[in-house]
Nanobody, 122 residues
Framework: QVQLVESGGGSVQAGGSLRLSCAASIVMPQMAWFRQALGKEREGVAAVNIGRDDATYADSVKGRFTISLDKSKNTVYLDMNSLKPEDTALYYC??????????????????WGQGTQVTVSS
């Protein structure tokens, strides 16, 4: 059983930064961050495909968010800069075996964390 534990969420003002961490019991071939705002569907934010050494981002966060992996710590990070109120959401870490593409689709992931809340005020 793969366990994922997120941390690092909190409340910040617009323009601020946060770093989210996802501690994994094992690192899967593809790891990602998703988010779900109140009343909205879950959306993929960033993914890293370890086998292909590739990362992808949602258009809404390109240039502001960075996903990275520390294999020595089995931890995936999401560095979030220039935060906007519309980034407010519950952020989830996800892991999966799918590696054909670097995917932001939730169906590519079979393991999920419990989420960490990010709130950005204007």
């Amino acid at each position: 059983q793969v366990q994922l534990v997120e941390s690092g969420g909190g409340s910040v003002q617009a323009g601020g930064s946060l770093r989210l961490s996802c501690a994994a019991s094992i690192v899967m071939p593809q790891m990602a961050w998703f988010r779900q705002a109140l009343g909205k569907e879950r959306e993929g934010v960033a993914a890293v495909n370890i086998g292909r050494d590739d990362a992808t981002y949602a258009d809404s966060v390109k240039g502001r968010f960075t996903i990275s992996l520390d294999k020595s710590k089995n931890t995936v990070y999401l560095d979030m800069n220039s935060l906007k109120p519309e980034d407010t959401a519950l952020y989830y870490c996800a892991a999966g075996w799918y590696t054909a593409t670097t995917s932001l689709r939730s169906t590519a992931y079979g393991y999920w964390g419990q989420g960490t809340q990010v709130t950005v005020s204007s």
